[in-house]
């Protein structure tokens, strides 16, 4: 496995960990996210423990996770990273597509998920759509996992109160939005955005994009 953990950040560029236990995929994804200027691979690694270790030391903006991995899995490093509050984004690359595992890697604290086989455009797109912040849950899985979870167990949401402006970036933030995009819809500033984004993930106790937009739904706060 390689990283560049001695080699400064280069300006500008978008900082990736690749986690995939087979060697020719996952030298096959490296070369092809190299051919993207606004793209730096600082690191690879074949397990979900040395994934771990190398996210933490390098703490890159993004990483791309298998969920097979041998000894501890996909949900299981995404589980630990949100409980080490890692910043680094994750995306989900697998081959599953079932509502289960797209359920479990959500509720861990994905950022998105994408299918192997997807194009390279989707996959580019996808990273850079995570880097400045949006989430890859429409339409990708929100139409099976969140309505998934809303039924599951509703009757358990706890009650929560949104201001009707808290509501409006809340519906933006489910159809993946950035502050930026946020900001130029409803007319503010991406400071004032970030603050309703800070009150809501208070008020719905949760950590991230992809964790609040899950809870919304749970809570019936939204519909999709």
């Given at each position: 496995m390689t990283n560049d953990a001695d080699h400064p950040p280069r300006q500008g560029r978008i900082r990736i960990v690749v986690v995939d236990d087979h060697p020719v995929v996952r030298e096959g994804l490296v070369a092809?996210?190299?051919?993207?200027?606004?793209?730096?691979?600082?690191?690879?690694?074949?397990?979900?423990?040395?994934?771990?270790?190398?996210?933490?030391?390098?703490s890159p903006a993004v990483v791309l996770l298998?969920?097979?991995?041998?000894?501890?899995?996909?949900?299981?490093?995404?589980?630990?990273?949100r409980e080490r509050r890692v910043s680094s984004r994750v995306i989900v690359f697998t081959v599953f597509d079932t509502d289960e595992r797209i359920i479990s890697a959500v509720e861990a604290g994905a950022a998105g998920y994408l299918l192997k086989g997807?194009?390279?455009?989707?996959?580019?797109?996808?990273?850079?759509?995570?880097?400045?912040?949006?989430?890859?849950?429409?339409?990708?899985?929100?139409?099976?996992?969140?309505?998934?979870v809303a039924r599951r167990d509703r009757d358990d949401a706890p009650g929560v109160s949104l201001t009707p402006r808290e509501q409006e970036v809340l519906g933006l933030l489910v159809r993946g939005k950035g502050n930026k995009e946020i900001a130029a819809a409803l007319g503010v500033t991406e400071r004032t955005v970030k603050f309703h984004v800070s009150a809501i993930?208070?008020?719905?106790?949760?950590?991230?994009?992809?964790?609040?937009?899950?809870?919304?739904v749970h809570a019936g706060l939204v519909k999709l």
């Open positions: 092809m996210l190299q051919t993207q200027a606004d793209f730096e691979v600082v690191g690879e690694a074949g397990s979900g423990a040395e994934g771990l270790t190398l996210i933490e030391r390098l298998d969920l097979e991995l041998p000894g501890l899995d996909g949900v299981g490093v995404l589980k630990q990273l997807a194009p390279r455009s989707e996959l580019f797109a996808a990273i850079r759509v995570v880097e400045r912040g949006g989430s890859l849950l429409q339409p990708l899985v929100a139409s099976t996992v969140l309505r998934h993930f208070a008020k719905l106790g949760v950590a991230n994009r992809t964790e609040a937009v899950t809870r919304a």
